[in-house]
């Protein structure tokens, strides 16, 4: 059972990269933390480190390629706690994908489909749900949405990531312009070193022109460590300022 004192987490993505990070540095915290983790497939890692630091865990293996059943299950479970138990209450929407770089008339539909329902369907059903059933919940309420410079910045062969990202930012700026009480940011982690990266060096030259961009992030060691990135983001979140601007940038202070 949660205490007076207790934060709320839910995190996506939580099984690689800078999610994992997240995951163990919100469990190390100790008690009063409770967090929901959802993922593609779940860590028995994550258990141990919750029962080490006396936090709390709860995973959940789910596709968010199928976001309505993810946010009608998070609906469902959030309405069945006492919000009363809670000083703070936290959505981070971390999970996406830039599958197969290629220019948008060579790329294969299911793919389009998929990177659009991670990375910008199940991000705003997920908000929703969470707003809808923490509506009358008394304790700080956050939304917290990991975007990336290429949501500002196009990049060919890129498309689908892109548009998922930028419209995170945008429905971002929407609900910060709606009343409730919850406050809200679409934050750029900066260039992580992760699974993701990888996808770019070694995708097809001839179908993403770009790949000698990111080849160079790495060999001039300019890549953050997923550790380091995941410090910078849930500090954002301790910020008193936190969702004055609901698009943000943690290299831009």
């Known amino acids: ?129 969470f707003l809808h059933a923490t509506a009358g919940w008394a304790g700080r309420r956050q939304v917290l949405n990991i975007s990336s410079g290429l949501g500002r910045n196009a990049m060919g062969s890129q498309a ?8 995170m930012d945008h429905f971002s700026r929407a609900v910060a312009l709606e009343s409730g009480g919850a406050r809200i940011v679409s934050l750029a982690p900066g260039v992580i070193d992760t699974d993701m990266q990888v996808q770019l060096r070694s995708a097809d030259a001839a179908l993403f022109p770009d790949r000698g961009r990111f080849e160079k992030l790495k060999s001039e060691g300019m890549l953050d460590s997923p550790e380091s990135a995941a410090r910078k983001v849930l500090a954002w979140l301790e910020r008193p300022d936190f969702g004055d601007q609901p698009v943000a940038d943690v290299r831009q202070g």
Do not use: H
């Open 1 to 129: 059972m949660a205490s007076a004192a207790a934060s709320l987490f839910i995190l996506t993505g939580a099984s690689r990269g800078m999610g994992r990070a997240m995951a163990s540095q919100l469990l190390a915290r100790g008690s009063g933390v409770q967090l929901l983790c959802i993922s593609r497939r779940t860590d028995a890692a994550l258990e141990a480190e919750a029962a080490s630091a006396g936090s709390q865990v709860v995973q959940w293996s789910l596709d968010l390629a199928d976001p309505v059943p993810a946010a009608q299950q998070l609906g469902q479970w959030l309405a069945g706690l006492d919000g009363a138990a809670f000083g703070a209450a936290t959505l981070i929407n971390n999970a996406g994908t830039v599958g197969d770089p290629a220019p948008l008339a060579q790329a294969a539909l299911p793919a389009l489909s998929q990177a659009l329902r991670v990375g910008l369907e199940a991000p705003l059903l997920l908000t929703a749900a």
């Open 160 to 167: 689908p990531y892109c548009a998922a990202k930028a419209g």
